[in-house]
């Protein structure tokens, strides 16, 4: 009795350690506007070495780019090396409505949504979309520009442009604010801020 107690414990603990600390267990995934919606992402700038533990976007919808206020995350995004803005693929595909799974033995992401089918791989700059494949000049990678931190944590990061438009989104960047927005169905009204919440 005592051996089985024994190694119950230890199947406790190598479970319970196998959970990483970054693990963001209070985000809640937004409500989604019925209809038109933008979604907003403010990135850091590339070779930022300021460590902001958490990050945030915005949902806007109807007239006058209302919102219901930022959606705190646990990693940031950021505007890579290259240039393009990484979102963690979670808050990216929820943002955007869809599913997701990831494959930790081929470290490659696949997100659903309606009859569209995404498929990435970290460190691979093939993108595939409903079985056709494509290159983008920027691949996946896990953690801030790739490096896995105490910050930043084992988040694998996706280019936002890549599957939003896959997705049938419109993406705009401006490089002066480092906002993203994302239009969903034609959205055009987003806030002059990134943060409103009227």
């Known amino acids: 009795m005592r051996r089985i107690l024994v190694v119950a414990l230890l199947a406790i603990m190598l479970v319970s350690f196998s959970v990483p600390v970054w693990a963001d267990t209070s985000y809640v995934p937004p409500t989604l506007p019925t209809g038109p919606y933008g979604i907003t992402f403010q990135a850091l700038p590339a070779n930022d070495t300021f460590d902001m533990p958490m990050g945030q976007y915005v949902i806007s919808f109807g007239s006058g780019g209302k919102n219901g206020g930022p959606v705190p995350t646990d990693a940031p995004a950021y505007t890579s090396l290259q240039g393009r803005v990484m979102v963690p693929v979670r808050y990216l595909a ?7 799974s990831w494959d930790a033995s081929t470290e490659t992401v696949t997100i659903i949504k309606g009859g569209t089918t995404i498929v990435m791989t970290v460190g691979s700059k093939t993108l595939t979309v409903n079985g056709k494949t494509s290159q983008m000049d920027v ?15 084992a988040r694998t990061y996706l280019p936002a442009r890549y599957v939003a438009e896959a997705l049938g989104a419109t993406v705009n960047y401006d490089q002066y604010t480092y906002f993203l927005n994302i239009s969903v169905d034609g959205f055009t009204d987003f806030p002059a801020g990134f943060i409103r919440t009227s």
């Not at 691949?139 to 944590?153: E, H, L, M, R, T």
């Open 94 to 100: 929820d943002a955007l409505g869809a599913q997701t």
């Open 139 to 153: 691949a996946p990678v896990i953690g801030y520009n790739g490096k896995v931190s105490s910050i930043y944590g």
